[in-house]
């Protein structure tokens, strides 16, 4: 059983700059959760995907937007990035949307 | 507001040591308190879910418990491989709201 993958493991943004980051869901699940991890600290909800429709919001500004696919896969982007936005971007799916989630080793993206 | 506060911070421990974590939570509707171990430059890790008062899980040395208003994770004889942030979470409409965990550190 293949478990929650992120890609890029790393990435190194300027101020302003546009990213975008990818996850691919445990098989059979058809939700998925992102999530901000600033270091040390724990992770912050930013939004919920189930089946394709986003399913609740963190306290993230619009320029926080994502995507789920038809195969369950999802991604997150951000516009105008900021400094304050270097952290550990983590990807989680579950089976149903109350379910135990599993995360991913998430996107390490570091703003300059 | 819901909210979630783990104690204490950091933990040293010696192998064999035995020591709780606590969780301390206010959330309305609780649907779930979810236990995960996170070790460096990792995603977290699931360990457990509990669901109402009263309930127990266990897994190797590792024992969850839970109370109206906190949960406890129970460590028996920790080994070094123990070490690691320990964060519980609650689920509400969802999301799961994270404390900011414990960070421990089981030396030999």
């Known amino acids: 059983e293949t478990g929650v993958t992120q890609s890029p493991t790393h990435l190194i943004k300027t101020r302003g700059q546009q990213v975008t980051l990818r996850c691919s869901s445990q098989s059979g699940h058809n939700t998925v959760s992102w999530y901000q991890q600033a270091l040390g600290q724990g992770p912050q909800f930013i939004f919920q995907y189930y089946r394709e429709e986003e399913n609740g919001r963190g306290n993230f500004p619009p320029r926080f937007s994502g995507l789920q696919f038809p195969n369950y896969s999802s991604e997150l982007n951000v516009n105008a990035l900021e400094l304050d936005d270097s952290a550990l971007y983590l990807c989680a799916s579950s089976w149903d949307r109350d379910q135990p989630q599993h995360f991913g080793d998430g996107t390490r993206l570091s703003i300059l | 507001e819901d909210q979630v506060t783990q104690s204490p911070e950091a933990l040293r421990l010696q192998e064999g040591e035995s020591s709780s974590l606590n969780c301390s939570y206010t959330?309305?509707?609780?649907?779930?308190l979810f236990w995960y171990r996170q070790d460096p430059g990792k995603g977290p890790e699931f360990l457990f879910t509990?669901?109402?008062a009263g309930e127990e899980k266990e897994k190797e040395r590792l024992k969850a418990t839970l109370t109206k208003k906190e949960s406890f994770l129970h460590i028996t004889a920790p080994k070094p491989e123990d070490s690691a942030t320990y964060l519980c979470a609650v689920q509400h409409t969802g999301k799961l709201i994270f404390g900011q965990g414990t960070t421990l550190q089981v030396k030999p």
């Open positions: 959330v309305s509707g609780l649907r779930g």
């Open positions: 509990l669901y109402s």
